[in-house]
């Protein structure tokens, strides 16, 4: 059986809550969810109890949860004013350019 959503590229630029589901349920149904974090990491990494994994390498089940189906790619957006020739731009912009949807919440 194909995935309902199998032809559509999705860009996650969201960091907390209804965004990150929304890419969760559109990855649930086969779409190919990129998501964007910052340099620095998702914040919600740190969210819970509860968590996963051993006390000194623990994961929040919310964030594993979330961006569960999901490819992760880096860029740091807020360092980046037009004309933005940063690297992050460079590695952003194609995956924009080809994505049928894009998430925004991110900056």
Known sequence: MTDLLSDLVVVDLTRALAGPHAGMMLGDLGARVIKVESPSG???????????????????????????N????????KACSPPCTSESSVVIAPIVTWAVLVLPGWL
């Open 42 to 68: 998702d914040g919600t990494w740190g969210w819970g109890p509860p968590f996963a994994g051993q006390p000194d390498d623990r994961e929040s089940t919310y964030f594993l949860s979330c961006n569960r």
């Open 70 to 77: 999901k490819e992760s790619v880096t860029a740091d957006l």
